[in-house]
């Protein structure tokens, strides 16, 4: 397959270099070549979103709870997730499509802007391949295929580091000016590429905080850097500034405003004092080594061969020459934007088990330095292999590392790299009958996006004996969210959780989900748990009062119980 990518390259390329005209021509030929790809790319994933058969995750369906009650900002989260779910459901409607049809685009919007940085860094040409191969690099990690096709927070902060990390670079390249910058208005249309750098970081912070480490490392670029420009980029910063505090103004309002819950979620994730955990804070336990280990492996795992491109980059580019200016700091970008994410969940996992996807942002910056590197090594590579091939079949000595014909790292990891994306995304494609086989079947996570159909069905028959007036409480956020969009009628479910003593939910802040309202005291209700050894009466009469509850079904693990005649919340009986 790769053989047949690269002669379509090279047809779609072919140029005389000694022919001006021609030459000129495909300075752009290569740049057409990365937009097509994108195009192509996008197009497949949204059918792909059209026809996966998955039903809704937990977050997703989270997500799109929120979107039916607009707020400035949710406990856990900012507000752009939902408020982009909600446009997307307004366009496709409400289903698994409507809720994911966002998911393809800001991929799409992700590899675009990873893309122009390549294309700027390489210049000319050169900056055309760096692009395809910037493409082709993102296309290669696995994680991003995920965020391509279930909408979550990640894919649209990916997005929004891409664009930062471009207005960023463009930002240092305009101060440079001449060839080195690419640019020669410097200072005067500086502040344009801070603008940008500054809305792309405070919209991503809408959707998810982590993209503030970027930002520090971004800005830690333009300071270190700083020698090497004509001209002040602090116009520029300071635009950044401005319209970055303007676009997260309504998620601190909304913080000021209740006692500041999403930095008291933060706080959790490592159980630090002032938290939102049951008590404040967690239980002190010790450090495991499988902490570490596990963050180490999942970065390595969820990019696979080509995080050995990557570095290669960040490498070989910070110690090139003066001459090779603007590729040195596409290197600084993509090292000083990675850095920070990478170190400060080393140091998380000092204290807990860091889920794969929270350094997602990392490998973000170093990808256009990659996609310059990429490109000069496999022209390197085929000018050996025609060199190779050009000697008589006895005399071709062995000049490889897996194969007889010449290979280079590079070279190697990029095919690979290719083949595991390509792997990997099948494999997102085939989870049921992936989940049936032996050996590997219990390692692939079905049951995220398949079982709540069934469940709801199920507690609807239960609610429909109860008659009119019967709501339906979840005991944790996640079952909660995948009821209120499996239930015929969508209706309002309550959530329980931390009644129950687990971390306070978006639930808890929304007036419409208040378990203490007067409104629903006398009413039966179905209550949803994961089954377990204490009777259902003792696991829901420590926050929740009925004047009886006995179990009605069971579904898998998960209990469907009747709470007849609700009595109210205790106060003080769950953790709050």
């Not at 990640?154 to 929004?160: F, N, T």
């Not at 009605?552 to 953790?575: Q, T």
């Amino acid at each position: 397959m790769n053989g047949v990518l690269r002669r379509v390259l090279v047809e779609f390329t072919r140029v005389n270099t000694a022919d001006p005209v021609q030459l000129e021509a495909a300075k752009g030929r290569w740049w057409r070549a990365a937009l097509a790809l994108i195009v192509v790319v996008t197009v497949v994933r949204v059918v792909m979103v059209a026809v996966l058969p998955y039903e809704l995750a937990a977050d997703e369906a989270q997500y799109w709870d929120w979107s039916r009650h607009f707020s400035l900002a949710y406990h856990t989260k900012g507000p752009a997730i939902a408020w982009s779910i909600a446009a997307t459901t307004a366009l496709a409607g409400v289903s698994e499509f409507g809720v994911r049809l966002g998911a393809p685009l800001y991929a799409g919007a992700f590899v675009l802007a990873l893309a122009a940085l390549a294309r700027r860094i390489g210049g000319g040409e050169a900056g055309g391949k760096a692009a395809l191969w910037a493409v082709l690099l993102a296309l290669s990690i696995p994680a991003y295929h995920a965020t391509a096709l279930l909408m979550t927070i990640d894919g649209p902060m990916l997005a929004c580091w891409a664009l930062a990390g471009l207005g960023a670079y463009r930002l240092h390249a305009g101060a440079v000016g001449g060839a080195a910058g690419g640019a020669v208005d410097g200072e005067r249309g500086g502040w344009r590429w801070g603008l940008l750098f500054g809305a792309a970081l405070g919209v991503g912070v809408l959707f998810k905080a982590t993209i503030l480490l970027g930002g520090v490392g971004m800005l830690a670029f333009l300071w270190l850097l700083r020698s090497e420009r004509k001209h002040s980029v602090l116009p520029g910063v300071i635009a950044a500034g401005v319209v970055m505090a303007v676009a997260v103004s309504p998620m601190i309002v909304w913080n000021a405003q209740h006692d500041w819950g999403s930095v008291r979620h933060l706080l959790g994730h490592v159980g630090l004092s002032g938290s939102d955990l049951p008590g404040g804070a967690a239980k002190a336990r010790g450090y495991r080594l499988s902490w570490t280990l596990g963050y180490l492996g999942a970065l390595v795992a969820l990019a696979g061969p080509v995080v050995v491109v990557l570095g290669v980059a960040a490498r070989g580019a910070l110690r090139r020459k003066a001459n090779d200016a603007a590729e040195r700091a596409g290197a600084v970008l993509g090292v000083c934007a990675a850095l920070p994410v990478l170190l400060t969940y080393l140091v998380v996992s000092l204290f807990t088990d860091v889920e794969g996807n929270w350094a997602i942002g990392a490998w973000v910056a170093l990808i256009p330095i990659g996609g310059v590197v990429a490109a000069r090594a496999m022209g390197e590579h085929a000018a050996r292999v025609r060199g190779w091939l050009a000697l008589p079949a006895q005399e071709r000595p062995r000049a490889g590392i897996l194969r007889r014909r010449p290979e280079s790292v590079v070279q190697v990891a990029l095919h690979w790299g290719l083949g595991y994306g390509l792997v990997a995304t099948a494999g997102m494609c085939l989870l049921g009958p992936l989940s049936r086989l032996p050996v590997i079947g219990s390692l692939v996570p079905i049951e995220r996006v398949s079982g709540a159909r069934a469940l709801a069905a199920e507690v609807e028959r239960v609610r429909g004996a109860l008659g009119d007036g019967a709501f339906v409480v979840g005991s944790k956020y996640t079952t909660t969210a995948l009821l209120a969009f499996y239930l015929p009628g969508r209706p309002t479910v309550f959530c329980a959780g931390s009644w129950l003593g687990d971390r306070r939910s978006a639930y808890d802040t929304l007036s419409v989900t208040d378990l203490g309202a007067v409104g629903l005291l006398g009413r039966d209700a179905v209550l949803v748990d994961h089954a377990g050894r204490t009777p259902v009466g003792e696991r829901w009469g420590g926050a929740l009062r009925f004047e009886s509850v006995e179990e009605a079904a069971k579904v898998g693990r998960v209990a469907v119980s009747v709470g007849r005649g609700y009595v109210g919340a205790v106060k003080g009986g769950g953790a709050r």
